[in-house]
């Protein structure tokens, strides 16, 4: 079954396919997959790279794909300059190089951070670029034009922005978990003006400053209507996305500075608890309250599990590789290891699934492509010239991969 952010996604898409499409953060369903079949194998610095072009400073960002536009954000490596930058799909020249937004004093990041992580959302004329407590911005696709910017949703991040943007209907909610104010915000998309705004319920009487934040991005699913889900530090919830009322929540201990991204599949809410002691939770997400000991089915509390890289899903198989390159593959139902082998590398990116195919993109370069089955089978393992930080995406197909440096467009 589709999820619902693919459908709300793609429901006013016009003649842009599908296939073509990569509007948000993890894709059209944003679960790290896609259903397009003969994506490239191998590949090389001089093999299959249909285009190459330099993206200027530093960012962290994964690419979007709408129509011809790739999308993407970067900023100067001391932060006071943040740009939106797009490239054209089928010949790689910049399009738009945009100064956003100009900044006094950025705060201070981490090394494997940047001040342009997260990932912007497009849909069709208007791209929304997030630069955390930095300001938030649509722009027109075609002019490059600012139609509306918001400068005044803070939060102290501590160690840089993170979490990304996600468009539902009329709506762009975005995630603020810093070290001082822990909140979600629902904005309208075309004016930019707050619909509605809610506080994390969590209580933080015990957990101080750095243990309160989290990067993870909300995500679109339906239980019984639309529900949707954000990670905080120490807590998942669901809410209802038209008025930010909370419908559900689940308390993990230990959690916080939460990357990886919500998954929903196989009637359960796969969640990763975040740094420290990371954990996997299998959640059922049709409950109301607090659910913590009530509505989870399993929970995977051994070593060697991801605090960055998202979980990807394929039939019953879970599959993900931890910052130290560990890859494992559960059964989804039961949280039950399949298998659990060292690929090699340090992880930052999200996998990416396809039919067939799980690819795996490390700090320096390397992709790891391995057969989504009940034991470890690489089909290839590929190089690039610089390290990848941002997460895949795709279009027809083509790979668009960001490394720390490049965009390149991967097609035989």
């Not at 249909?50 to 993407?72: E, Y």
């Not at 889900?229 to 929540?249: D, L, M, N, R």
């Amino acid at each position: 079954m589709r999820s619902l952010a693919f459908v709300i996604l793609f429901s006013c898409a016009g003649s842009v396919a599908a296939e073509e499409s990569w509007p948000q953060f993890l894709g059209p369903a944003a679960n790290g997959s896609c259903r397009q079949a003969d994506l490239p194998l191998t590949w090389g610095e001089k093999k299959n790279v249909r285009w190459k072009t330099a993206i200027h400073d530093r960012g962290h960002s994964s690419p979007v794909v709408w129509d011809k536009q790739i999308w993407l954000t970067t900023a100067a490596e001391d932060g006071k300059q943040l740009f939106a930058v797009c490239v054209d799909r089928d010949s790689g020249k910049i399009v738009h190089d945009i100064r956003v937004f100009e900044v006094e004093k950025p705060e201070h990041i981490n090394e494997l951070n940047s001040y342009a992580s997260p990932t912007p959302v497009v849909e069709a004329g208007r791209v929304y670029v997030h630069f955390g407590t930095y300001g938030t911005a649509c722009l027109d696709t075609a002019s490059g034009k600012t139609l509306w910017a918001r400068r005044d949703l803070h939060c102290n991040h501590f160690m840089g922005p993170g979490s990304s943007a996600l468009v539902y209907k009329n709506l762009l909610i975005l995630n603020f978990d810093g070290t001082d104010v822990q909140y979600v915000v629902a904005l309208d998309k075309q004016s930019g003006e707050t619909v509605w705004k809610k506080n994390r319920t969590t209580d933080y009487a015990k957990a101080e400053g750095d243990r309160r934040k989290a990067y993870s991005t909300p995500t679109m699913i339906d239980v019984d209507g639309p529900q949707l889900i954000s990670c905080g530090a120490f807590a998942a919830f669901a809410y209802v996305p038209e008025t930010g009322k909370e419908i559900w929540k689940v308390c993990y201990p230990g959690g916080f500075s939460n990357v990886s991204h919500p998954l929903h599949g196989q009637g359960l809410l796969f969640l990763n608890t975040g740094f420290d002691r990371p954990e996997i939770w299998a959640v059922r997400p049709d409950g109301h309250g607090d659910i913590t000991s009530s509505h989870v089915v399993w929970k995977d509390k051994e070593k060697n599990l991801p605090t960055k890289p998202s979980i990807v899903l394929v039939g019953e198989l879970l599959f993900f590789v931890n910052d130290n390159g560990i890859a494992t593959c559960l059964e989804a139902k039961t949280g039950t290891k399949v298998w659990q082998e060292r690929i090699r590398g340090f992880f930052s990116a999200s996998p990416l699934a396809s039919p067939g195919r799980i690819y795996f993109f490390d700090h320096d370069g390397k992709t790891t492509v391995i057969a989504p089955e009940r034991e470890l089978k690489v089909l290839a393992v590929n190089q690039l010239d610089n390290g990848f930080m941002a997460s895949p995406a795709v279009t027809g197909k083509a790979l668009i991969l960001r490394t720390k440096t490049h965009l390149y467009r991967i097609e035989p």
